[in-house]
């Protein structure tokens, strides 16, 4: 099983670009975030022409996160559980069960900067997402919650930990917030092929900052023991970082992890 991240930062602007990387990738499971879309507005009829049945949330222009998977998808929640989703302000997090994996695509709070309300919302947020897995599976499941995290989990997934002291993204109640998803029982899957630094998901579009290599690793496939056991490959697709055939990239890469059958 192929699973795969994504954030397109608008999936209007970017579907011709996604369609055209999923028929290079053929990932099973692709989670997106950042669709910028309302629910009535994603174009589930090009993701079923091209194999995928999806669940999509989405309540306004920002935010969005949407599950397509080729390996069946059953049990879709929007939100998390005990929510609902008509009254959720962000849409955030959408789940369904993907053969047999329970997979989650989230989308993060950036949080802006520490110590602001922002920030608060994010480490609030981010354990929600604890107590969501906690009522809905057990770690001895198959279980991915993939997405952007907006959190680098150690110095290693920054181009320079000394410029970004101070800032979201890096701080350790975020990265505790992490630490807190992994002692439930999830493993950064990436990490478990990919040991040293330097390789990022996302660069801002200024300056040159691709190009340049600074960047972070902030797009993460946390996945339980069942599928850590089971991954034999890792990577961050850069190709998709750059534009195509006149196509503009995401500010980000998608991230794909293989798992054997």
Same mark, same amino acid.
């Given at each position: 099983?192929?699973?795969?991240?994504?954030?397109?930062?608008?999936l209007k *602007?970017?579907?011709?670009?996604v369609?055209?990387?999923?028929?290079?990738?053929?990932?099973d499971?692709l989670?997106?975030?950042?669709?910028?879309?309302?629910?009535a507005?994603?174009?589930?009829g090009?993701?079923?022409?091209?194999?995928?049945?999806?669940?999509?949330?989405?309540?306004?222009?920002?935010?969005?996160?949407?599950?397509?998977?080729?390996?069946?998808l059953?049990?879709?929640?929007?939100?998390?559980?005990?929510?609902?989703?008509?009254?959720v302000?962000?849409?955030?997090?959408?789940?369904?069960?993907?053969?047999?994996?329970?997979?989650s695509?989230?989308?993060?709070?950036?949080?802006?900067?520490?110590?602001?309300?922002?920030?608060?919302?994010?480490?609030?947020?981010? *354990?929600?997402?604890?107590?969501?897995?906690?009522?809905?599976?057990?770690?001895?499941?198959?279980?991915?919650v993939?997405?952007?995290?907006n959190?680098?989990?150690?110095?290693?997934?920054?181009?320079?930990?000394?410029?970004?002291?101070?800032?979201?993204?890096v701080?350790?109640?975020e990265?505790?917030?992490?630490?807190?998803?992994e002692?439930w029982?999830l493993?950064?899957?990436?990490?478990?092929?990919?040991?040293?630094?330097?390789?990022?998901?996302?660069?801002?579009?200024q300056?040159?900052?691709?190009?340049?290599?600074?960047?972070?690793?902030?797009?993460?496939?946390?996945?339980?023991?069942?599928?850590?056991?089971?991954?034999?490959?890792?990577?961050?697709?850069?190709?998709?970082?750059?534009?195509?055939?006149?196509?503009s990239?995401?500010?980000?890469?998608?991230?794909?992890?293989?798992?054997?059958?």
């Amino acid at each position: 099983m192929r699973i795969a991240t994504w954030n397109v930062n608008s999936l209007k *602007a970017r579907l011709s670009f996604v369609e055209s990387w999923i028929g290079e990738v053929q990932p099973d499971v692709l989670c997106l975030q950042e669709t910028k879309m309302k629910d009535a507005a994603f174009p589930s009829g090009v993701f079923a022409a091209l194999g995928y049945e999806t669940v999509h949330f989405g309540n306004s222009q920002w935010n969005g996160v949407a599950i397509a998977s080729r390996v069946g998808l059953v049990s879709a929640q929007q939100g998390f559980d005990g929510e609902d989703p008509s009254q959720v302000p962000e849409a955030r997090i959408v789940s369904a069960t993907c053969g047999s994996v329970r997979v989650s695509s989230v989308y993060v709070p950036n949080g802006r900067s520490v110590g602001s309300e922002h920030y608060a919302y994010k480490l609030d947020w981010l *354990a929600r997402l604890t107590t969501h897995l906690e009522a809905t599976c057990t770690p001895d499941q198959p279980v991915a919650v993939c997405g952007d995290f907006n959190v680098a989990p150690d110095d290693r997934d920054v181009w320079d930990p000394a410029a970004c002291t101070g800032m979201t993204h890096v701080s350790s109640a975020e990265r505790e917030a992490l630490e807190a998803l992994e002692r439930w029982g999830l493993t950064d899957s990436f990490r478990l092929f990919h040991k040293d630094g330097g390789l990022y998901s996302w660069w801002d579009y200024q300056g040159g900052s691709f190009h340049k290599g600074i960047g972070m690793r902030i797009d993460l496939v946390l996945v339980s023991r069942p599928l850590a056991d089971r991954a034999i490959s890792a990577l961050v697709d850069r190709n998709a970082r750059k534009k195509r055939d006149g196509m503009s990239p995401s500010d980000h890469a998608p991230v794909v992890v293989e798992f054997a059958d």
